[in-house]
């Protein structure tokens, strides 16, 4: 089994800043990308920001210049760098992971909650 185990989540007013971690640990193979998803209350699940196993970066639009998404040196981590939080960001926030290429499997984290203040 692959667990992801994510931190980071918190309370911060508008204009503040938080960094959300993910790891991942368990039966893993080969990382191809990893990506935050979130969910704010009666909407659907988007996409937040992605990167692949090649350093391809992928963001939302409601977020790009303000969040920053890296991995970590051992490749089983990645982390979102959230910059100028706004009342729109709230949302529990989801790391995912996929692995494989020719068969590719996706794992989800438990979700950690942002909330921002106005």
């Known amino acids: 089994q692959v667990q992801l185990v994510e931190s980071g989540g918190g309370l911060v007013q508008t204009g503040g800043s938080l960094k959300l971690t993910c790891a991942a640990s368990?039966?893993?193979?080969?990382?191809?990308?990893m990506g935050w998803y979130r969910q704010a209350p009666g909407k659907q699940r988007e996409m937040v920001a992605r990167?692949?196993?090649?350093?391809?970066?992928n963001y939302a639009d409601s977020v790009t210049g303000r969040f920053t998404i890296s991995r970590g040196n051992a490749g089983n981590t990645v982390s979102l760098q959230m910059d100028g939080l706004r009342p729109e960001d709230t949302a529990v926030y989801f790391c995912?992971?996929?692995?494989?290429?020719?068969?590719?499997?996706?794992?989800w984290g438990q979700g950690t909650q942002v909330t921002v203040s106005s």
């Open positions: 995912n992971v996929q692995t494989g290429v020719l068969s590719v499997r996706t794992y």
């Open positions: 368990g039966r893993i193979t080969s990382i191809n990308a």
């Open positions: 990167i692949t196993r090649g350093g391809s970066t």
